[in-house]
């Protein structure tokens, strides 16, 4: 089991980009086949898959967030980090960090406002 810690900002002017990271314990952002997700929840809304960055760097994202989004690894730090621009009120939400594809070990989540 690994554990993951989210960091970032709390508040976010509208048009602005987003920026969180990852930092993972107890596991390598490298190891042969993990993957590493980022997943939101607005309020009154389900859980939003944003995206998946593997370890061997490849990315793939869910189309709702493709063309405004990026995600990164730095491995030294062990850490991976989400990038979505020109954000709106409407992405306001809890963002999670979570490891592997069935989604096994989540972060704690950070609250992210979107407001001038």
């Known amino acids: 089991q690994v554990q993951l810690q989210e960091s970032g900002p709390g508040l976010v002017k509208p048009s602005q980009t987003l920026s969180l990271a990852c930092t993972v314990s107890?596991?390598?952002?490298?190891?042969?086949?993990?993957?590493w997700n980022w997943i939101r929840q607005s309020p009154g809304k389900g859980l939003e898959w944003i995206g998946v960055?593997?370890?061997?760097?490849?990315?793939f994202y869910n189309p709702s967030f493709e063309s405004r989004s990026s995600m990164s690894m730095a491995t030294h730090q062990n850490q991976f980090s989400l990038h979505l621009n020109s954000v709106t009120p409407e992405d306001t939400a809890v963002y999670y960090c979570?490891?592997?594809?069935?989604?096994?070990?989540w972060g704690q989540g950070t609250q992210v406002t979107v407001a001038s």
């Open positions: 107890g596991g390598s952002l490298t190891t042969t086949l993990s993957s």
């Open positions: 960055i593997h370890d061997d760097g490849a990315t």
């Open positions: 979570v490891a592997g594809t069935g989604w096994s070990d």
